[in-house]
């Protein structure tokens, strides 16, 4: 039987970012996380689910999402986000420092920013719940799930863009087992938004690998 997928948004961005995928997986079971950034948080229960994270959603789900899963599909996604002595293609801590300086006073107008930066047209932040909204930038600032990736005990596959203005390529080859690994020339931040066909029949490809 087909795992049931667990879908996991990243910031500033809620369920909702995952349905032009989902919408194209209608014989799959499965759920959504929301963090909550934008209303009533979302947190359901998936027994050994095909974890499908996007951006920020990998590093959250591999903190937050009891195993065992049957697989995760990584996109746009990274374990550790900024950089260390162990990581120096992480982006610089200043960058989250500075966007969470301007959290108190301007919610809204950071998370619309960093939206308008992934690649999303004139974004509404109107409904935005400021204070998960910078619970989880300050957990993103330090967060590093590096081990708890490498210690998987299921399949990997990480999908990433080659013109990502957020996670550079130099961190997803830094992120991933080369063999776990596809760069998608030209694409940006955005592959369940800007590449829902082709990221539905990877879903697919992946669940039917995990069948087999």
């Known amino acids: 039987m087909t795992a049931p997928l667990l879908a996991v948004h990243g910031w500033g961005f809620n369920a909702g970012f995952w349905m032009p995928v989902l919408d194209r997986l209608p014989d799959f079971r499965g759920d959504c996380i929301d963090m909550g950034f934008y209303g009533t948080p979302k947190r359901p229960k998936v027994p050994r ?8 959603g990998l590093a959250w789900a591999l903190a937050n999402i009891p195993r065992p899963w049957a697989g995760v599909l990584a996109v746009n996604a990274f374990p550790r986000f900024t950089r260390s ?43 935005i719940d400021a204070a998960p909204l910078k619970d989880e930038l300050a957990w993103l600032a330090k967060c590093d799930e590096r081990t708890a990736l490498r210690m998987l005990p299921c399949p990997v596959l990480a999908l990433a863009g080659t013109n990502d203005p957020i996670v550079p390529q130099a961190m997803s080859l830094a992120s991933f087992a080369p063999e776990t690994l596809t760069l998608v020339e ?18 697919r490809l992946f669940a039917a690998r995990l069948e087999a």
């Open 186 to 203: 030209g694409a940006g931040h955005l592959l369940p938004l800007t590449h829902p066909d082709w990221l539905a029949t990877q879903v």
């Open 85 to 127: 002595p162990t990581f120096v293609d992480g982006v610089p801590p200043r960058l989250v420092e500075r966007m969470l300086a301007r959290c108190d006073e301007a919610p809204q107008q950071v998370a619309a920013d960093f939206l308008a930066r992934c690649g999303v047209e004139s974004p509404d932040t109107s409904g």
């Open 49 to 56: 689910p095909l974890v499908l994270a996007h951006s920020m």
